[in-house]
C-alpha cells in the first residue's frame, strides 16, 4: 500500500490530535515526544515557533495561534496556500465533520509554486523582448510628416496583429524630393 503523502491530522471537538500521519509530522517538523501524546492545535503550531518557519513578529504569535485554531475549529479554511517563513508552500484546508472533529490537510505545492515563479520571470523576460522589438519596429517606420508632405491624399493604416508586426512600410526621399522610394513588406 502506498504512503499518501500530504498532511492529514483528525482533531477532536476540543482541537485535540486524534490522528495524525506522518507526511504532516514530517512537512512540520513535529519530534516523536510531541507526538507520543495528544497536542492540540496550539501545541503543534508553537513546536515551531522559534525556528523560523512562521514568518509572524514574537509579540504577535500568540494571535496568530488563536486565529489559525479558531479557523480551523470553524472549518471556514477553504483550500488556501499556507506560505512559511521559509519558503514552502502548502495548499491548506480544513474540514468540521459531522460528528464535530476536523479534518485538516496540507498538500506541498512548493515545486509547483517554484514553476509558476519560473514561468512568471519567463513570461517577464519575453514580454520585455517583444516590447524592446515593437520599439525598434516603431522606430524604423517613416514619419507621418514625409506622407503628408508628399501625397495631398493619402492614408495609412498599419496595425499589427500583435505586439510586433509582420507587414511594414517604409518611405523616403532623396536629392530635392524628385526621388521617392515606397515599400511596403509582409
Same mark, same amino acid.
Given at each position: ?14 482541537? #485535540? ?10 512537512? $512540520?517538523?513535529?519530534?516523536? =515526544? ?9 501545541? @503543534? ?17 500568540? /494571535?496568530?495561534?488563536?486565529?489559525? !485554531? ?5 472549518? *471556514?479554511?477553504?483550500?488556501?496556500? @499556507? ?5 514552502? *508552500? ?6 468540521? #465533520? ?5 479534518? #485538516? !490537510?496540507?498538500?506541498?505545492?512548493? =515545486?509547483?509554486?517554484?514553476? =509558476? +515563479?519560473? @514561468?512568471? /520571470? ?5 514580454? !520585455? ?8 519596429? +516603431?522606430?524604423?517606420?517613416?514619419? %507621418? ?12 493604416? $498599419? =496595425? %499589427? ?8 512600410? $517604409?518611405?523616403?526621399?532623396?536629392? /530635392? ?10
Amino acid at each position: 500500500m502506498a504512503a499518501i503523502d500530504y498532511g492529514v491530522v483528525f482533531m477532536d471537538e476540543d482541537m #485535540l490530535a486524534r490522528l495524525i500521519n506522518r507526511a504532516f509530522q514530517d512537512m $512540520w517538523n513535529i519530534p516523536d =515526544e510531541v507526538m507520543a501524546g495528544r497536542p492540540t492545535m496550539q501545541d @503543534l503550531i508553537r513546536v515551531n515557533r522559534h525556528a523560523g518557519i512562521y514568518d509572524v513578529a514574537e509579540e504577535d504569535f500568540d /494571535d496568530y495561534v488563536e486565529q489559525r !485554531t479558531a479557523a480551523a475549529r470553524q472549518g *471556514t479554511e477553504h483550500p488556501a496556500e @499556507l506560505t512559511r517563513a521559509d519558503g514552502k *508552500t502548502f495548499l491548506y484546508e480544513s474540514l468540521t #465533520l459531522p460528528d464535530g472533529e476536523v479534518m #485538516l !490537510t496540507y498538500f506541498d505545492i512548493s =515545486e509547483l509554486k517554484e514553476k =509558476e +515563479r519560473e @514561468l512568471v /520571470d519567463a513570461f517577464e523576460v519575453i514580454s !520585455t523582448s517583444i516590447n524592446y522589438a515593437s520599439r525598434i519596429q +516603431r522606430s524604423i517606420l517613416p514619419n %507621418p510628416q514625409i506622407f503628408a508632405g508628399l501625397f495631398s491624399d493619402h492614408f495609412i493604416h $498599419w =496595425e %499589427p496583429r500583435d505586439v510586433v508586426g509582420g507587414d511594414i512600410y $517604409w518611405c523616403n526621399t532623396w536629392g /530635392d524630393g524628385a526621388l521617392i522610394g515606397f515599400a511596403v513588406a509582409g
